[in-house]
């Protein structure tokens, strides 16, 4: 499989002609309105033997693991991300020696930051490159995004208070070892959660191996940037809570933008369906270079 199409040797190829053996971008192939199934509305042809051609999907076309990782980074810092995580520095400010209201804030706090990371994520796995607005979920699709974050925030959450226990009882390896579990199963967990859309599968392990191997250093990445979250409480009694918080939602989104681009690269592995409509924009010659094919 070439990573760019025969006939656009600047444009890169998602989709490939077994008979011909030769692989083609977006505007090459031809699209016909033929249903096959009830989910399967058109079919994508070979220009030249006008057979099917095959979605190669676009993990062999995503950024190696430097680039990746530093826009993840830096992510975060683009327009509506910033606000989320000044304001949370702002409501951070609140925090005060009333456990009562210290309590609500940080559920407050912490939904904000999940619900923004998901959204993120979200775009990322659509193929976008901003931050998402704060309009960014659509209306019915509200009620399983909350839920979505609330599962994944008892997962962070119920860690999180292990952690702060082994802390707060002087155990620190206990505490050491929670943590590295935590990190090493979290990104996998939630990956297969959301390609699946179970959470039963949260604790399967079995492609583990595969992507790892696929995604090496950019699953390091994660794990380190998960540690000062899993260790959010324990974070709070060592530096100023709004401090903080803010850091935990800056590293929340450049995580879940990290994840969404492992779940592209990965979508193969992870059994995840990806539409190839989501793709077509971003990676036609118009948008990519400016010109006509
Ligand atoms: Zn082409
Ligand atoms: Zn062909």
């Known amino acids: 499989m070439e990573k760019y199409c025969t006939n656009h040797p600047f444009s890169e190829a998602h989709w490939y002609c077994k008979k011909c053996q030769t692989s083609y971008c977006f505007p090459c192939v031809e699209k016909k309105g033929f249903k096959f199934t009830k989910d399967d509305k058109h079919v994508h042809i070979c220009p030249t033997c006008k057979r099917m051609v095959e979605w190669t999907g676009i993990g062999h076309v995503s950024d190696n693991v430097v680039i990746a990782t530093t826009k993840a980074l830096f992510f975060p810092l683009s327009p509506f991300a910033l606000i989320v995580v000044v304001t949370l520095y702002c409501v951070g400010m609140l925090f005060s020696n009333n456990m009562y209201i210290n309590e609500c804030l940080f559920a407050l706090i912490w939904a904000a930051i999940g619900s923004y ?166 990676y036609s010659l118009e948008t990519m270079h400016g010109f006509k094919a």
């Not at 901003?130 to 309009?135: A, E, H, K, N, Y």
């Not at 925030?153 to 050491?176: D, K, Q």
């Not at 979290?186 to 399967?204: H, T």
Request: aromatic residues 14%; glycine residues 4%.
């Open 117 to 282: 990371a998901m959204t993120v994520l979200d775009h990322t796995i659509q193929g976008r490159n901003v931050t998402p607005p704060f309009t960014a979920v659509p209306v019915p699709d509200l009620f399983n995004h909350v839920l979505s974050v609330f599962k994944q925030s008892m997962i962070y959450l119920f860690t999180a208070v292990l952690f702060f226990g082994a802390m707060s009882i002087n155990n620190p390896p206990l505490a050491y070892a929670i943590l590295f579990i935590a990190a090493l199963i979290f990104p996998l967990g939630i990956m297969k959660s959301l390609a699946s859309g179970s959470y039963r599968s949260f604790f399967d392990l079995s492609s583990f191996n595969k992507i790892f191997m696929k995604t090496g250093l950019e699953y390091l990445v994660i794990m380190i940037l998960f540690v000062p979250v899993i260790a959010i409480f324990h974070l709070m009694t060592v530096i100023q809570p709004a401090l903080a918080v803010s850091l935990a939602c800056y590293l929340m989104i450049a995580i879940y933008r990290l994840m969404g681009q492992m779940i592209l690269k990965c979508h193969v592995e992870l059994n995840y369906p990806l539409n190839y409509e989501n793709f077509k924009a971003r």
